[in-house]
């Protein structure tokens, strides 16, 4: 068990729908990382949050938008779906944001991931 | 821009078999190197990492050794388990604010 939760576990909508997915960090992590995992597409980077703050946007659909609140659980909104938004998102949580050059490799620590599917 | 290349696979062995899955990066600076691996069903976790050139990561079996004169961080164990059989993730943090990682790769090990 990483320490990091996420709900729901699954998730089953139609096209054209909006649903929200939540994760809870490792306590004591600050920073909230966003992916998107389809068969096709490997393992993509979406967005990153540090205390609340938006630190680094990946290859995010403007359909998509996430928050990190003042607890530090964050939430990833995805509007509009469509079939190709089917996929497994996790969430991972480090202590610090990704490190400086040279510096100490911080560990991601992975949820379970939710599984979307659109229909 | 930074990017990370890992082998295609699926690749398949047979247990006790030796193994290796090639990574190689392209990065400005000096970027710390991490394997991660993910069951079925499960999140990723972390395997091993390496800070700085000529360290070695090493965890389960498993190692690699950050060549930074090949740019490469090659994932390898010298005997391998049914248990093995997972999908590994090499990933690198440039300290951009966001890590990168490769695309994955299937290891499947036969009894």
């Known amino acids: 068990d990483s320490g990091v939760t996420q709900t729901p576990k699954h998730l089953i909508t139609a096209t054209g729908q909006r649903v929200t997915l939540r994760c809870s960090p490792r306590s004591g992590d600050l920073s909230v990382y966003w992916y998107q995992q389809s068969l096709d597409q490997g393992l993509q980077f979406l967005i990153q949050?540090?205390?609340?703050?938006?630190?680094a946007k990946g290859n995010i659909l403007e359909r998509f938008s996430a928050q990190q609140f003042p607890d530090l659980h964050s939430e990833l909104n995805l509007s509009s779906l469509e079939l190709g938004d089917s996929a497994l998102y996790f969430c991972?949580?480090?202590?610090?944001?990704?490190?400086?050059?040279?510096?100490?490799?911080?560990?991601?620590?992975f949820g379970p991931g939710t599984r979307l599917t659109v229909t | 821009g930074n990017s990370v290349t890992q082998m295609e696979g699926p690749v398949t062995l047979s247990e006790e078999a030796f193994l290796t899955i090639n990574c190689t990066y392209t990065?400005?600076?000096?970027?710390?190197l991490f394997w991660y691996v993910q069951y079925p069903g499960e999140g990723l976790q972390l395997l091993l990492k390496a800070t700085k050139a000529d360290d070695k990561g090493s965890n389960k079996g498993f190692e690699a050794t950050y060549r930074k004169e090949t740019t490469s961080f090659h994932l390898e164990k010298g005997s391998v388990q049914v248990s093995d059989s997972a999908v590994y993730f090499c990933?690198?943090?440039?300290?951009?604010?966001?890590?990168?990682f490769g695309t994955g790769t299937r290891l499947k090990v036969l009894a």
């Open positions: 990933a690198l943090d440039s300290g951009t604010y966001k890590y990168i």
């Open positions: 991972a949580s480090s202590t610090h944001p990704s490190a400086a050059s040279g510096g100490a490799a911080y560990e991601q620590y």
């Open positions: 990065a400005t600076g000096y970027p710390s």
């Open positions: 949050y540090y205390n609340g703050e938006e630190r």
